[in-house]
């Protein structure tokens, strides 16, 4: 495998079976032989993930005080794991990215997105995603999914209305970053969801295959 380092993103909300999704990943990067880590945020790295802890499990925050929190994990993320990694030659593989302070903090929050874009623009710059996978999943299946699970974070309690929102907030980055951002239809099987996952990494044109 001689094409450069590539980052690649999940995104989905409560219940799309990231889980799941990121094991296809591996599988197919396994295959290529490339070398690769795989990460999540927020966290990822070790203050990161003091920072996911607050952000998940502190009752109540306010939610500016969240979005400041989830660039601040980010930031140590990109720069101590992210970028050396991908300079390094290694693939880097993140459960979820910026797309979800978009999503969450934007259109979930209604915080102002301009404002998301500066610090998106300060903390990433152009490290951005070649590809992201965004599983769709309509709110209500989701949700019933991850009822199953027993405690559910901070985030997790909110509403049906919430989620919508967020789902129009990935609607909407994917209106506006056709090319990096490809959708999984997540309501599906999980095997169809797998299938539709590797046919969009075979078939993803930025990069070379081996
Ligand atoms: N957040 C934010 O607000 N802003 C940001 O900038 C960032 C994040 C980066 C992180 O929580 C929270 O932070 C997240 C967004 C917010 N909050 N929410 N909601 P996390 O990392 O702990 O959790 P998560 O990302 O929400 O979800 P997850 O637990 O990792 O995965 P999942 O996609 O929700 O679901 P799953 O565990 O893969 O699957 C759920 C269940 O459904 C499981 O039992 C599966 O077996 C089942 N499943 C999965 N796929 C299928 C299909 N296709 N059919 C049937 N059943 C299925």
Do not use: C
Request: glycine share 6%; no cysteine.
């Amino acid at each position: 495998m001689t094409t450069k380092a590539r980052f690649i993103t999940l995104e989905g909300s409560e219940g799309a079976g990231k889980t799941t999704a990121l094991n296809t990943i591996k599988n197919q990067l396994e295959q290529w032989q490339v070398p690769f880590i795989v990460t999540r945020e927020p966290g990822g790295e070790v203050t990161a993930e003091l920072i996911r802890d607050i952000l998940l499990h502190t009752e109540h925050l306010e939610a500016m005080t969240e979005l400041l929190l989830m660039f601040a994990a980010r930031n140590e993320h990109v720069k101590k794991v992210i970028r050396p990694s991908l300079d390094q030659g290694t693939w880097v593989v993140s459960d979820r990215f910026v797309d979800a302070s978009f999503a969450y903090q934007g259109f979930g929050r209604k915080l102002d997105l301009a404002l998301i874009k500066q610090l998106e623009q300060l903390t990433v710059g152009n490290t951005q995603p070649d590809l992201t996978l965004w599983l769709d999943v309509r709110p209500e299946i989701g949700l019933q999914r991850a009822s199953s699970r027993s405690e559910k974070d901070r985030i997790e309690q909110e509403n049906i209305d919430f989620f919508q929102r967020i789902r129009e907030g990935y609607l909407n980055r994917q209106a506006q970053h056709p090319k990096r951002i490809k959708t999984i239809d997540a309501n599906q099987s999980a095997q169809a969801v797998q299938e539709q996952i590797i046919n969009q990494i075979q078939a993803h044109e930025y990069w070379v295959k081996p």
